[in-house]
């Protein structure tokens, strides 16, 4: 069975500080592994995945999460937040033509 | 909008009631996933159709509940004699067999009192 811990539930961080939401998961079949944002009062949109190849993957906004197999991994970062970056983000995981299982969220507080 | 679509967007109904939600995929896509996302959770996965046959249901889908997808293009999902715990977000997403990557719709907020 696959799970995913997110380990922090809120994370707060001043205006143009970086930031890291921690993401481990757990499968023991090759996974993808997925970041989805949720904007307030908005629905889920993907923000970055990995399926295969390169290990870091990049989002167009500027967040990066890196694929560590060997620590069961896949922390979501980012070198300066922005107000806008507001949201509640989701790691989650799958198998291939599988259902998607979601971490309980982290919701990001931007300080001024 | 070539997005996944969900209709209503908002439900409010009476314990015992029955509702049902309609779920639009993408055009092209052929596999469409049921999820339910509560108060402080992440969604969690109900129901998955490839085509218009069910591939798998979580146990989370009881006897309550049922969800068609009769051509394979819009689905529904039904909740037979409402309780106040299924208050929740259904969520509906899509898919392709080519690309895996799910697009979500904007949810259906059932609210039982």
């Known amino acids: 069975a696959q799970s995913v811990t997110q380990l922090d539930s809120q994370v707060p961080v001043f205006e143009e500080a970086p930031v890291e939401l921690r993401c481990n998961y757990s499968?023991?079949?090759?996974?993808?592994l997925f970041w989805y944002v949720q904007y307030p009062n908005q629905g889920l949109q993907l923000l970055l995945k990995?399926?295969?190849?390169?290990?870091l993957v990049e989002s167009i906004n500027g967040f990066e999460a890196e694929f560590n197999k060997s620590q069961t991994s896949f922390h979501l970062r980012k070198p300066s937040v922005h107000i806008s970056d507001t949201a509640e983000y989701f790691c989650?995981?799958?198998?291939?033509?599988?259902?998607?299982?979601f971490g309980k969220g982290t919701r990001l507080h931007i300080l001024p | 909008d070539t997005g996944v679509s969900q209709d209503p967007r908002h439900k409010i109904t009476k314990r015992g009631q029955n509702v049902t939600f309609r779920c639009d995929p993408i055009?092209?896509?052929?596999?469409l996933y049921w999820y339910r996302q509560t108060l402080g959770q992440g969604p969690e996965f109900l129901t998955y159709?490839?085509?218009?046959?069910?591939?798998?249901k979580s146990r989370l889908l009881s006897d309550r509940f049922s969800a068609e997808r009769p051509k394979g293009s819009f689905s529904t999902l039904e909740i037979q004699r409402t309780e106040q715990g299924d208050s929740a977000m259904y969520l509906c997403?899509?898919?392709?067999?080519?690309?895996?990557?799910?697009?979500f719709g904007p949810g259906t907020r059932l609210t039982v009192t």
């Open positions: 055009s092209e896509h052929n596999r």
């Open positions: 989650a995981v799958s198998g291939r033509d599988d259902k998607i299982i």
């Open positions: 499968s023991s079949v090759s996974v993808y």
């Open positions: 990995y399926l295969s190849g390169s290990t």
């Open positions: 159709f490839q085509n218009e046959a069910q591939l798998e």
């Open positions: 997403a899509s898919s392709s067999q080519q690309y895996y990557e799910q697009y």
